[in-house]
């Protein structure tokens, strides 16, 4: 048993305002120069629709992520091309969004703010009009944005492209489309900082790596080459082209904060609360296990290499491998493994990509029945109760399980039944005064379980939703400046072709890893 160090997230969609303080929080720091205005290293999505870049999920138009080879060898190969063909193609690559996929045809775009202060005398108002950033060109009609489907707006339009509907009927999708019985979900997004990264397989220049000492995965400035290929096989799209610098840029989970010991600028900006941060330790000799899973079985093998902080041997293993007690006693107290592991109510975004992913959601419930909902015929409750019902819930329960749990609905009915119980716990206990155990035990929660999830979720203390470990660098467990990047992928240490530690040796004669 091998322990990985992990910094893993849960996002609560259920609280999820839509507000993008966050996306506000990340561009100030991050992306406000020259060449990267158009990054969004985190955004937030509408749902139904097709997101930022434009239809990012279909890996039929973008081929991100891994596929299953079938060979014992190799299981996965990245979906855009082997190896081989990459190099012969490392020139042409043309399975990656354009810039218009991200902001339209006009390009990036600012206004023409000089009018406004302008002591040229006018017969009216002075306007800022749209100005190209990329030509220069004044008066340009911007067709496409970070936000352009914020809050359902065009989802008739867009949401026929969603590959979330795919599970779904045509009648049906049809249905949901229109106005009357359409439905919106907000989607955060950031880099997920995948156990099994596609961005780091992919770097022809071993430029991508991912950090041993917390999984963080990050990009070389001074090795990135700008071949793009970890834009194409990244699955969530979340690496960026600087056009001004020629390198990749990607969100790196605010590391200089992380080794302070403070969560990173989006999740300390979120006024929800719905952002919890927390180390996990991953078995890395069965990170291949979880990324061949059958699609069915992928969230629950996930689960299973995910190790318990509290189990002795474990812990054992832990501090043979030099893994410090501050962040074995972080682990303990994580948010991340509580929700994902042992309450099973949070779940990784599109899994089917098999990268593994780091960053979990908890799917969004229904709001309790208004007046106005009374005998409405798509009501979310039953008869005698406010609270909703799964069986009703406004959301269709296959259009979440296309996106959390690779169309597997048990998943997500399992974790939004645990919810759903949970309120109708609290309910009980506030409007009735008498705790209503039955609802807890049919979906497999204890009464603790119950008021840990309350303090967690409702309550969202900000030490129990950041639980982040300083960093020691004076007692690192190798303080070799390459053995530090953590893997690299092609041609380097391709997680792929053997198992990770077996070649984690440097040769100082030739100065690379290999």
């Known amino acids: 048993m091998q322990i990985?160090?992990?910094?893993?997230?849960?996002?609560?969609?259920?609280?999820?305002?839509?507000?993008?303080?966050?996306?506000?929080?990340?561009?100030?720091?991050?992306?406000?120069?020259?060449?990267?205005?158009?990054?969004?290293?985190?955004?937030?999505?509408?749902?139904?629709?097709?997101?930022?870049?434009?239809e990012w999920e279909n890996q039929e138009e973008y081929r991100g992520g891994w596929v299953l080879t079938g060979k014992k060898s190799k299981p996965l190969r990245l979906r855009?091309?082997?190896?081989?063909?990459?190099?012969?193609?490392?020139?042409?690559?043309?399975?990656?969004?354009?810039?218009?996929?991200?902001?339209?045809?006009?390009g990036t775009y600012?206004?023409?703010?000089?009018?406004?202060?302008?002591?040229?005398?006018?017969?009216?108002?002075?306007?800022a009009r749209p100005k190209s950033e990329v030509t220069a060109e004044e008066n340009v009609k911007p067709n496409w944005g970070v936000n352009w489907e914020d809050n359902a707006a065009g989802a008739n339009v867009t949401g026929h492209w969603d590959v979330n509907f795919d599970d779904i009927s045509k009648e049906e999708k049809e249905?949901?489309?229109?106005?009357?019985?359409?439905?919106?979900?907000?989607l955060p997004r950031i880099c997920n900082h995948c156990a099994n990264p596609a961005c780091v397989g992919a770097c022809p220049s071993g430029a991508a790596h991912k950090r041993e000492e917390d999984g963080v995965v990050l990009i070389d400035q001074d090795r990135c080459r700008g071949w793009r290929y970890c834009v194409s096989a990244c699955p969530y799209k979340k690496p960026y082209y600087n056009w001004r610098s020629g390198k990749m840029e990607k969100c790196l989970l605010c590391y200089p904060r992380l080794?302070?010991?403070q969560p990173p600028a989006c999740f300390h900006a979120c006024p929800g609360r719905i952002r919890y941060m927390g180390p996990i330790m991953v078995d890395e000799d069965r990170v291949m296990e979880a990324a061949t899973a059958d699609e069915a079985d992928l969230v629950s093998a996930q689960r299973s290499i995910v190790l318990d902080p509290h189990d002795p041997k474990v812990i054992k293993q832990a501090k043979k491998q030099g893994i410090s007690d501050s962040w074995l006693e972080a682990a303990k107290r994580s948010p991340v493994y509580r929700m994902f592991v042992e309450w099973e109510i949070a779940l990784p975004?599109?899994?089917?990509?098999?990268?593994?992913?780091s960053l979990f959601y908890i799917p969004p419930e229904?709001?309790?029945?208004?007046?106005?909902?009374?005998?409405?015929?798509r009501s979310a409750t039953d008869s005698d109760s406010v609270l909703p019902t799964l069986d009703n819930f406004r959301v269709p329960v296959k259009y979440l399980a296309s996106m959390f749990s690779a169309g597997n609905v048990d998943e997500v009915k399992t974790a939004l039944n645990r919810q759903l119980a949970l309120r109708r716990y609290r309910r009980s206990i506030r409007v009735d005064g008498d705790p209503d155990l039955e609802v807890l035990e049919q979906s497999g929660l204890t009464e603790e379980d119950a008021q840990d999830m309350h303090r967690l979720l409702s309550l969202a203390f900000l030490d129990e939703r950041f639980v982040v470990p300083t960093t020691r660098r004076e007692k690192d467990r190798d303080t070799s400046p390459f053995i530090e990047r953590g893997f690299t992928g092609f041609g380097q240490m391709n997680p792929h072709d053997m198992k990770r530690r077996e070649y984690m040796h440097v040769d100082l004669q030739g100065d690379q890893v290999i």
């Open 4 to 54: 990985g160090q992990q910094m893993a997230m849960v996002f609560n969609m259920d609280k999820c305002l839509g507000c993008n303080t966050c996306t506000v929080a990340c561009k100030n720091i991050w992306t406000n120069r020259e060449g990267a205005k158009y990054m969004f290293w985190n955004n937030v999505e509408t749902k139904p629709g097709i997101g930022y870049p434009k």
């Open 80 to 106: 855009i091309a082997p190896k081989w063909l990459e190099l012969v193609n490392l020139f042409y690559n043309p399975h990656q969004p354009e810039m218009k996929d991200y902001v339209g045809d006009t």
């Open 110 to 127: 600012t206004f023409t703010y000089e009018d406004l202060h302008s002591p040229e005398g006018l017969t009216q108002q002075p306007v």
């Open 175 to 186: 249905a949901l489309l229109q106005y009357q019985d359409s439905f919106m979900i907000y």
């Open 259 to 261: 080794e302070a010991g």
């Open 349 to 357: 975004l599109h899994p089917e990509f098999r990268t593994v992913p």
């Open 366 to 377: 229904s709001p309790v029945a208004s007046v106005l909902d009374e005998g409405e015929r």
